[in-house]
């Protein structure tokens, strides 16, 4: 079986922040595709960048910030090239995001059915506004929103933060995107409820053949469902490639070091394996491999910056010394 | 053993303060039920010298609230509190200073827990300083080896907190703590905060500061993961009770608690294979009108009648283990 062409493709994006004529660079080279149903995960720490990913692929990105170079490819159009008007048909429509903060996302002042509704008949003019209140309760229903149709009438500081999270959710799916991008979406809430909201939006993804890219801090959680992992460092995707290979097998001393962190890799009561040293901040990322200054493998050669390059069937790092063993996972 | 800290049947409310409605009602001689939230419904609990114990629970939970009274930053207002087997009441003023400097917290907010406009030389060296701890002459060297302790360097003495990361901030919190020699640090969410990285890295730090030092931590975290990995006994949390305490090893590997079955079950766990999640429905319910009987009942897979009426008693299942849940009262079982 040949696989489906990606519906989205991200190629050698850089994006910069420009102070006066400085521009300093803090997305480099990024470039990964997805595929039509697909999750992938995108892990980082805070400020490698991947939220801004998310960002520029959605033409959200606010001057001093803007791309410099690159292009973001959906269904063959590039969307960095196209004007705002044509952007705006697809965000929302083709393409849709849930943020972390849904607090944030939805309007405090306007109750959900009235923000649901206008969503729906900016992208669908024909539809009328009975029609358009009837599709709003289906997409809540969808969500596992109970009651959805009194819930419709409710105002968002009235709802608990997993309901107002299944919300945006809920406007998110409203017109069968080609592509969600979720940035952090359950990190705000319970891990009973992140469980619950996780299990129902891959579900659907799946079901409706909806590419997702899940933006996440906790490689954990990105273990239990992604399809591919990309693991960023400084602005810069370091490794990528199957979920499974680059959990139990990563060729980046980064990837590895973040996994070997995470506490459930030493056994309880042992010490975990924690990376020496700081992530750097944004305008001071040393040249060359910008992990070099924490890494036990770095060399002289780690001054030049190591191309993202295959190192395994699928399975690409931006190393030039890669560990080429296994870990020891617990299921 | 004398235990560190021990609270018995703690009960803590907060109350809304009463709006002008309220009052009105009030001088009208209408009375109205003021909104209170039991944040802790009967807590008992022991902090035994030199061990980790941690606090697991969602918002809400009450353990937050716990680790607060545990630390004397809140009074409960029914329950008993010793330290080192005697209550506060029975001390002078100067006993009493000892013991409440004998627990210090850590806080969660790396950013919001240090003073923006003081070096770290004056943040750290305040408390043993006014305390009497420490000379003024000695203080300098004092506070480096406070630094010293959680990974820094004198290099920092004079910086401000902003010129600090994340990381470096939690250590000069935990150093601040470790200024006046504390018996119990008391750390809430205190890496929560952090990227993995970093968070390990603090961990580590407090694996460490309790072998060398002998303090007991109290580790209070909705992360099931991080206490695991750093506890020696857990302690469960739902709405304001406990719902069961065993070692790490027990909760982790056989919970007993409905409750704790499903925080296992549902936290996230780092795998090379797809999984699936969600074994318990519905929402946490709000503290100010929790469930009759059982608060889990709403949402446990295993209710049954009586769970609704009655609240569960804490028995003992074995040694050093306990657990509040009418399946494990041998008669309530039902067929």
Known sequence: MSEPDPILVVSDLNVSLASGKRMTPILREVSFALRPGEILGIVGESGSGKSLTASAIMGLLEPPVRIVSGAVAFKGRDLAALDEKAVRAIRGNEIAMVFQDPAMSLNPLLRIETQMVESIVAHDRGCSRHAARERARAALETVGVPAAAKRLRAYPHELSGGMRQRVSIAIAMLHSPAVIIADEPTTALDVTIQAQILDEMTQLCRKNGTALIWISHDLSLLSSFADRICVMYAGRVIESGPCGEVIGAPRHPYSRGLILSVPAMARAGKDIEPIPGYPPRVGMVPSGCAFRPRCHRASPACAVQPPLQTVASQQSAACFHPFDDKLQVPA | MTMQISATAIVKRYGSQPGPLTRLAGRLNFTVEPKLVQALNGVSIDVRPGEVLGIVGESGCGKSTLGRVLAGLESPDEGSLTYEGRTLAELDRRERKTVQLASQVIFQDPWASLNPRWRIRQIIGEAPLVHGLVERRDLARHVTAMLTQVGLTEDYLDRFPHELSGGQRQRVGIARALAVSPRTLICDESVSALDVSIQAQI?????????????????????????????????????????????????????????????????????????????????????????????????????????????????????????ACHLYEEATIPA
Do not use: W
Not at chain 2, 222 to 243: P, Q
Not at chain 2, 269 to 286: D, K
């Open chain 2, 203 to 323: 961990l580590r730090l407090f694996r460490r500061l309790r072998n060398d030092l002998g303090i007991s931590l109290v580790f209070i975290s909705h992360d099931l993961s991080v206490v695991h990995n750093l506890s020696d006994r857990i302690a469960v949390m739902y709405l304001g009770r406990i719902v069961e305490i065993g070692t790490a090893q027990q909760i982790y590997e056989a919970p007993s608690h409905p409750y704790t079955q499903a925080l296992i079950a549902d936290a996230p766990r780092l795998s090379t294979q797809r999984r699936s999640f969600s074994v318990i429905r519905g929402e946490l319910p709000s503290p100010y009108a929790p469930p009759s009987g059982c608060a889990f009942h709403t949402r446990c897979p295993k209710a049954f009648e009586r769970c609704r009426l009655d609240v569960p008693a804490t028995i003992a299942t074995e040694p050093g283990r306990t657990v």
